[in-house]
């Protein structure tokens, strides 16, 4: 992002400094800069310090540009693992897609969903059977933002194509009707052929799953 940055320490600890060489100014004091950018800045700093063992992060998203949001999950999961390994214990709360690590089916073990005040968490067991679904499998190496957003949902309705979600969201539309203010995602899935898996993969998190499917779909052994 074009940036350098200074610390010096001062009577009241350390102070920041950013520094654009690109424009020839001076150094600027971190008050001038996007609140987003100075927060990352302790982040990495908790990160690359070997003597620092566990690090909990609240919404380490917020204020951050998305693009920065990616980078600073991979300093992440390049820190974390075991004490064993010499690697830190980090949990992290997050509202934002773009701070899911979901690469395979097992990483969805180390997501504690969190859904009401009133409800007890959910967490999927590494012993689910689902966790060997084949299906499941080939979603999660595909999985898309819209997919991710579904995570943050404690309802989700899983409908056919691209071309249901426009008609839903018409539909609500014109009743004056917010299915996101409501927590409910509409979530396209590719033919109805996908829609017993991803169904399972958010009733394992938790989450209510409705569907929206042709007739046809009870003719083709999706029922």
Same mark, same amino acid.
């Given at each position: 992002f074009g940036r350098e940055i200074e610390l010096?320490?001062?009577y009241a600890g350390v102070e920041i400094e950013f520094l654009r060489p690109a424009t020839g100014q001076s150094p600027y004091p971190g008050s001038q800069e996007a609140s987003g950018l100075v927060q990352l800045v302790s982040l990495l700093a908790a990160?690359?310090?070997?003597?620092?063992?566990?690090?909990?992060?609240?919404?380490?998203?917020?204020?951050?540009h998305p693009q920065l949001q990616s980078f600073l999950l991979r300093e992440i999961q390049s820190a974390a693992g075991g004490p064993a390994s010499g690697k830190k214990l980090i949990v992290l709360?997050?509202?934002? #897609? @773009?701070?899911?690590s979901l690469s395979k089916l097992g990483d969805l073990t180390s997501i504690v969903f969190f859904h009401? !005040?009133?409800?007890?968490p959910t967490q999927i067991s590494a012993s689910a059977p689902e966790l060997e679904n084949s299906a499941l499998k080939g979603l999660i190496a595909r999985m898309g933002m819209a997919h991710r957003m579904a995570f943050f949902s404690p309802t989700v309705v899983l409908v056919e194509g #691209? @071309?249901?979600?426009?008609?839903?969201?018409?539909?609500?539309?014109?009743?004056?009707?917010?299915?996101?203010? !409501?927590?409910?995602?509409?979530?396209?899935?590719t033919g109805k052929g996908e829609i017993p898996s991803v169904a399972k993969l958010f009733r394992l998190m938790g989450m209510s799953v409705f569907t929206l499917s042709d007739l046809d779909g009870f003719t083709d052994d999706v029922a």
């Open positions: 010096t320490w001062a990160l690359y310090d070997n003597e620092v063992q566990c690090v909990l992060i609240d919404e380490p998203e917020v204020s951050l709360s997050t509202h934002s #897609p @773009s701070m899911l009401d !005040a009133a409800a007890p #691209p @071309s249901d979600e426009i008609i839903m969201n018409a539909l609500a539309s014109r009743l004056g009707i917010s299915p996101g203010a !409501a927590g409910v995602e509409i979530l396209p899935v």
